[in-house]
């Protein structure tokens, strides 16, 4: 997912992680000269767990820390002047993150993406949800 975004000059906007899913594709992204966008909340800033700190990654992308006392301020800046969202498989806050956006999605065309494999061939889920206002 990640060199696909890259080759297409896309911007990956993710939480920033570098293990599972969010760091195979951070990976992807980085290996073929994509930018990444990570945006975390400061209570998940710990001892260089984040994809930006690990060893490799390029000077190109972005860290971008929240704070306040939930995660409204991450999410927003997550899709801020996004165009669509990719959903990669993940947990409770991922389905959190996924209903929030299309609750609040207003603009006259917007996607949303479910995937259920990051193996090098992802493989869409049966959830695709387009929202056009």
Excluded: W
Aim: net charge negative; charged share 20%; with cysteine.
């Amino acid at each position: 997912m990640g060199k696909v975004l890259a080759e297409r000059n896309h911007i990956c906007v993710n939480g920033g992680g570098k293990n599972g899913c969010m760091g195979k594709m951070n990976d992807g992204c980085n290996d073929h000269g994509g930018i990444i966008n990570a945006v975390i909340h400061e209570m998940f800033v710990l001892d260089g767990a984040e994809y930006l700190s690990a060893e490799g990654s390029s000077g190109r992308h972005s860290l971008i820390v929240t704070t306040g006392p939930n995660l409204k301020e991450r999410k927003e800046k997550l899709v801020e002047g996004c165009d669509g969202i990719i959903v990669l498989p993940g947990g409770t806050g991922t389905f959190d993150e996924l209903f929030e956006m299309v609750s609040e999605q207003t603009s006259s065309k917007f996607l949303i993406a479910a995937y259920d494999s990051m193996d090098g061939q992802a493989v869409p889920s049966k959830l695709v949800i387009a929202v056009s206002g």
